[in-house]
């Protein structure tokens, strides 16, 4: 039986991979293990764990690597910091497997302590074009990966271009679109009621026209973080709709934009919003489905977003680059062109379904990939058709 320890190290990590996590723990030839560390471990970014616990995932290990701080210095530290712990964890779990996730910049602390180990590093989500610091991390963690789980035909082969071995590269679909097809059958009623336990502010009635906010910093903007938030808030000014607005991942310039939209919240105190820390992601991707707008620069606008539907803005540079349908306007960072876009597209409503990050099933894909996976070589090479 083969052991696969997967390392989480944020929300977006979690929801990045939990249907393949379900895949995993039902396969009888492979044997689940969790590692939690980063902002996935600190309550002020959401109780991750606990939600994990509740929704049958129990971390193995839980390592304390993040620092307090809100730079880019902090960022590479607590890269160190969890350098430090990782190859402990993976010692003391023996696994045959390590996957890691995506382009944060925690993952870069597992990518390189499973190299250094000669533990088979499989990578999801690699050879996307994002935009920032993140896309220079995906492609330093595509080159320490053995094997790669890839969301799109265009990734795949821009993983061919990077060198990567054409046998280790296998096309599976986004496993955050498999959560997103569940979240379809989510009854309004339901999320109603799940999503009251949540978050603070005014309740919000789902069956009616609301508003989704969701922007992080830009890492390599991050000094202008508290501009780029206030712009997006001031946007949403003229408009007479709920909102429902979600606080910024643990990046460089994280604490900027928190400040912004707790003084604005006070400014606000007479509207319809509701402020949520961390959901679990059927819940947002529920809201993603149903919301007349999407506005920021997270990716799930652009990935379950097009799957779903959802029409949305995307603001400034965050997702510069990355594949996306239809459902997308791209905005620079001024009030005037987000509040522009935002009424194109309240006008417009929902999009056609496009499956261009998958269909639904990457889970399962994953699961029965890494069970036929014969032994994989830790050592590197260039490959050039």
């Known amino acids: 039986m083969k052991k696969i320890l997967v390392a989480i ?3 977006a990590n979690y929801g990045s991979i939990k249907s393949a996590l379900a895949s995993i723990s039902a396969h009888p030839n492979l044997n689940l293990k969790i590692m939690t560390f980063a902002s996935a471990v600190l309550p002020k970014y959401g109780n991750l764990e606990a939600q994990m616990k509740m929704e049958g995932f129990e971390p193995n290990l839980s390592l ?3 620092l307090d701080g809100d730079s880019v210095e902090s960022m590479a530290e607590s890269t160190g910091l969890a350098l430090l712990k990782i190859p402990g964890a993976i010692r003391c779990l023996k696994p045959d497997f390590v996957i890691t996730i995506g382009d944060r910049y925690e993952t870069m602390a597992t990518a390189i302590s499973a190299a250094y180990m000669n533990v088979p590093l499989v990578h999801t989500m690699g050879g996307e074009i994002t935009g920032s610091i993140d896309e220079s991390v995906r492609h330093a963690i595509t080159k320490l990966s053995h094997v790669h789980l890839v969301s799109t035909r265009k990734s795949f082969e821009n993983l061919v271009n990077l060198g990567e071995k054409r046998d280790n590269i296998f096309l599976t679909g986004c496993p955050r679109i498999d959560i997103a097809k569940e979240a379809t059958n989510l009854r309004i009623e339901e999320l109603e009621e799940k999503a009251s336990k949540f978050g603070m502010g005014d ?3 789902f069956k009616k026209p609301f508003i989704l906010i969701s922007q992080h910093p830009v890492t390599s903007e991050f000094e202008s973080a508290d ?3 206030r712009a997006t808030l001031e946007s949403l000014g003229s408009l007479n709709i709920q909102l429902v607005v979600l606080w910024p991942n643990a990046d460089a310039g994280s604490e900027k934009i928190s400040k912004v939209i707790r003084a604005w919240k006070d400014e606000n105190s007479f509207r319809n919003i509701h402020f949520y820390r961390n959901l679990p992601p059927d819940l947002y991707l529920k809201m993603m489905e149903i919301t007349a707008c ?5 990716s799930s606008a652009l990935r379950e977003g097009s799957f779903l539907g959802t029409p949305a803005v ?5 997702q510069s680059g990355r594949e996306h349908g239809n459902n997308v306007l791209f905005v620079e960072n001024s009030k005037t062109s987000i509040e522009n876009a935002i009424n194109i597209q309240l006008s417009h409503g929902k999009y056609p379904k496009n499956e261009l990050y998958g269909d639904g099933t ?3 894909k994953i699961a029965e990939i890494l069970s036929n996976l014969p ?3 830790t050592q590197k090479q260039l490959y050039f058709d």
């Open 9 to 11: 190290g944020s929300r």
């Open 64 to 66: 304390e690597t993040q």
């Open 203 to 205: 309740p919000i009635d």
């Open 227 to 229: 501009k780029q938030i």
């Open 294 to 298: 999407l506005v920021g620069n997270s």
């Open 314 to 318: 995307n603001v400034g540079t965050r």
């Open 362 to 364: 990457a889970g399962s």
């Open 375 to 377: 032994k994989v070589s």
